[in-house]
């Protein structure tokens, strides 16, 4: 096994794959150096644990691939959180300076105002972003250290989630040998894998369809305003699959990856899909336009939910003038062209996570929808290390000054 100096590792627990991935870190450099994949259908539901055993071994199995392939040995790990029971406020502090300019106690102190909103014995605050300051009156201040000022304001995102839902998820990573070093929520973490500094700045609507949830995440000058999840994803597509034409459960999600399509007009109607009817060896013949009758409607009331859930963050403020769709479910045939039609939206992509390739061969792998939590996770860490680093070394000049003053 080789040293882990500078290494991190990032944990998706999902509904339908649990996705592990090492990284090497220098600075601001990142190396994927190993991955790991292990199935958890019957582990998670909702983004919700409801089978421990289940979820642990999945959690086991993904994280030992990802050492082999690695070489390294993995006792620590980030996190992600996903689940319907996620809830967001905004807030704000406030703090005035005692001093000539804004420190970092005085940051601290607004922070820590705008922390104290009162959560209830059941919930847990799981993020927190940061969307502007305020200085003397003056707003979009992105870093006020050092400025000349009397009154500063924070406004923040803050993240909630249930307590026992996260304890039990945590449990199973526990149960797995391994230690949580962080827990990052996904909506946050894709953000940082998807999006680049101009649609933050602009506005945009990210949206994440995973296996049996859609995280939704409204981001506007560069700060995310509004955060939700959806308990719907591509799972119950395949479900339709499988009912409609009894089929098995695999082979609902092979013909979907596969063959499927989101618009039935967009496909060869004399195009054939042989199917096996579960409980025999009968195989039948079907059309890929049977296949997308099936897929279009069920997709259609998923992305009507996320527009009727876009419309409600952005009553409370924000435009966003981009959506863009994320996840494995996002991998659908003629999805983008269907989203366009239910969101309203004239520009619109499918986001792939920002990877370059590092020569050892997993760019191209991380590069698809479905890794861009995993990948967040850990450009996320990075950039939270950054700016912890930058908080400490600025505070160190200004001790030093002070000590000269």
């Given amino acids: ?11 998706d627990i999902g509904s339908s794959v649990v996705r592990s991935l090492v990284a090497q870190i220098d600075g601001d450099n990142i190396t994927f150096i190993g991955k790991g994949e292990a199935d958890n259908r019957s582990g998670i539901a909702g983004g919700i644990v409801v089978d421990l055993d289940a979820t642990t071994q999945a959690i086991r199995a993904s994280v030992q691939e990802a050492e082999k392939v690695a070489n390294v040995d993995i006792r620590t790990v980030v996190i992600g959180l996903s689940n319907e029971q996620l809830s967001f406020i905004n807030s704000n502090g406030t703090a005035m300076i005692r001093g000539k300019e804004i420190v970092q106690m005085d940051i601290d102190r607004a922070m820590e105002q705008a922390r ?49 839902v996260t304890k039990n998820l945590l449990r199973a990573v526990n149960n797995a040998d391994l230690n949580v070093d962080t827990i990052v ?19 945009v609507a990210l949206i994440d369809i995973g296996h049996g949830t859609t995280d939704i995440i409204l981001l506007e000058d560069g700060a995310p305003f509004y955060t939700t999840v959806i308990p719907m994803g591509g799972k119950v597509i395949t479900r339709d699959l499988g009912i409609v034409f009894h089929i098995s459960p695999g082979e609902a999600e ?30 039948k013949i079907k059309t890929v336009q049977e296949v997308a009758e099936v897929i279009h409607p069920r997709m259609k009331e998923l992305l009507e939910k996320i527009r009727d859930k876009i419309s409600e963050g952005m009553q409370s403020r924000g435009i966003t003038s981009i959506a863009v769709l994320t996840g494995g479910a996002s991998n659908l045939r003629n999805v983008k062209e269907l989203a366009r039609e239910v969101l309203q939206y004239e520009q619109i992509r499918i986001g792939h996570p920002s990877v370059t390739d590092d020569g050892h061969g997993l760019a191209e792998v991380l590069k698809s929808p479905e890794y861009a939590t995993v990948v967040g996770i850990v450009k996320y860490m990075v950039h939270q290390r950054k700016m912890h680093k930058s908080k400490k070394k600025n505070w160190f000049m200004k001790l030093i000054k002070n000590v000269f003053e």
């Avoid at 096994?1 to 944990?11: I, P």
């Avoid at 000349?148 to 989630?161: D, F, G, Q, T, Y």
């Avoid at 929520?185 to 506005?203: M, P, Q, T």
Wanted: no cysteine; glycine share 8%; aromatic share 2%.
């Fill in 1 to 11: 096994m080789s040293k882990n100096d500078g290494m991190l590792v990032a944990l």
């Fill in 116 to 164: 104290n909103i009162g959560v209830s014995s059941d919930k847990e605050i799981v993020g927190v972003e940061i969307q502007e300051f305020v200085v003397d009156g003056q707003k979009r201040i992105q870093n006020p250290l050092g400025m000349s000022a009397k009154r500063l304001e924070i406004n923040v995102h803050i993240v909630m989630a249930s307590e026992s």
């Fill in 185 to 203: 929520v996904n909506a946050i973490a894709d953000s940082y894998a998807i999006l680049d500094d101009d649609e933050r700045k602009l506005g």
């Fill in 254 to 283: 092979e013909i979907k990856v596969a063959r499927g399509s989101a618009l039935v007009d967009w496909v060869d109607k004399n195009e054939e899909v042989t199917i096996t009817i579960v409980g025999s060896r009968e195989q």
